[in-house]
């Protein structure tokens, strides 16, 4: 159907962001192809350092699986945040990723973690970064013939790992003004072997900081040292600005909120 | 100009209901104008009010977000569908009369909805699972704290 009928077809999910973007006329797809009924795309399998997700898992079910949340604890703390009960209940983690909204969790989740996306189509398949994937505001670097398959999310294999994720919206399971997320390890002694920061409502797509979180490595995670990494992230940014908040403001945001999830983060690491 | 019909065999508060339908037939506009069950109400029609929300395979769900064709195959209880089989209200819908949960009564069978789907897997919620569960809900005349004590009240008698 994607090969024959390209733009004008699209794949339908859940259809929590589709369907509003057609109710309000903003897409006309001559053709909507369905997945729902698709079961070899609902699944999650554990894997030695990722654990995949089939694009047509529910965000409910995703949210509620245990061994997930024991392994992507980030997961269920970013879906905390995605809409509401009865959205969570038929939205898909595969239709987040696709929509690419730059202030939804989901992505923000992928682009932080460094998840792969498998796309296919029927030529084949190809596999790329979160980062590559998301190319800017609802749009991905997805083929008109190409139908997002499978997620894979990293596992950190380190004993002493937690992560935080949090965001600031009008209203709770309302659009994100900005979000942001933080996993860390640490050694016995408390100093940092593995980060990761990202922030979502930032700009154009997710952003992920590698090279400001690699200085967090070999830290103590001293409050001057997340200071710092919050400091310098929300410099990065390029968010918007709306009714509800000026772009400085949103990067004000961005510099709180990346504080509060690296403290957080490191507090459950050290607990572990 | 003669639109393709597809056929659906959907289960709605428990009868199964067979019916020709066009693809882009929102499961809301099948519910209220095929079956004339008009007690799910049609609010925002994008996802945002909640007022159109229904059971899928006992799940809440937003019905104006689906299409009668994407139910094929599953089972839809709607508001109608919450009262017991000789026609008397149930708990919760007691509960909302008792504490005046609804004024105007435009968001009440999105409300018992989402409050039904809470108390069917949580029956002691706490107040602040049960502003979450209706979260996703709005009312313009309640203020929600009448709806709330209404889930609260429900939760006692049932247990």
Request: proline fraction near 4%; glycine fraction near 10%.
């Amino acid at each position: 159907m994607l090969a024959t009928h390209g733009d004008s077809a699209r794949v339908i999910a859940g259809g929590q962001s589709l369907v509003p973007m057609m109710a309000m006329r903003l897409l006309r797809p001559a053709f909507l192809v369905d997945i729902n009924e698709i079961t070899a795309l609902k699944f999650v399998k554990i894997e030695k350092d990722f654990a995949r997700t089939g694009a047509c898992m529910r965000q409910c079910v995703v949210e509620r699986d245990d061994t997930l949340a024991a392994r992507v604890p980030l997961l269920r703390q970013a879906l905390a945040w995605v809409g509401h009960v009865q959205t969570r209940n038929r939205g898909t983690v595969g239709g987040s990723l696709a929509h690419a909204d730059p202030s939804a969790e989901l992505p923000l989740v992928a682009r932080m973690l460094g998840a792969k996306i498998v796309l296919r189509s029927s030529k084949g398949s190809r596999t790329l970064d979160a980062g590559q994937f998301l190319t800017g505001p609802m749009s991905t670097s997805a083929q008109p013939d190409e139908c997002l398959e499978e997620i894979h999310w990293p596992v950190w294999s380190e004993k002493r790992t937690g992560s935080a994720f949090t965001e600031i919206a009008i209203r709770h399971g309302d659009f994100a003004m900005v979000a942001a997320a933080a996993q860390l390890a640490v050694d016995e002694s408390g100093r940092c072997t593995r980060a990761a920061l990202g922030l979502g409502g930032a700009a154009g797509t997710p952003l992920a900081f590698a090279e400001i979180a690699a200085r967090l490595v070999g830290t103590k995670l001293e409050d001057k040292a997340i200071e710092d990494a919050a400091s310098d992230a929300s410099k990065e940014t390029d968010p918007g600005a709306d009714l509800h908040a000026t772009k400085e403001y949103r990067r004000h945001l961005a510099r709180v909120l990346a504080g509060r999830v690296l403290r957080e983060a490191r507090e459950k690491a050290k607990l572990q | 100009m003669s639109e393709t019909l597809h056929a659906v065999s959907i289960e709605v508060n428990g009868k199964r209901r067979e019916a020709q339908v066009p693809a882009r037939l929102s499961l809301v506009d099948f519910l209220r104008d095929e079956l004339r069950l008009t007690g799910t109400h049609v609010g925002c029609e994008h996802g945002i009010c909640g007022a159109c929300s229904v059971m899928l395979d006992g799940e809440p769900v937003r019905s104006c977000l689906m299409y009668a064709v994407q139910a094929n195959g599953h089972k839809v209880t709607t508001v109608e569908g919450l009262g017991k089989p000789d026609g008397s209200m149930s708990a919760l819908q007691d509960a909302f009369c008792e504490t005046h949960g609804l004024q105007c009564g435009y968001c009440t069978p999105g409300m018992l909805i989402a409050a039904q789907g809470l108390l069917d897997v949580n029956p002691h919620p706490t107040e602040e699972q049960i502003r979450d569960a209706i979260g996703g809900n709005l009312c313009r005349c309640t203020g929600y704290q009448q709806i709330v004590e209404a889930v609260k009240l429900a939760a006692e008698r049932m247990k």
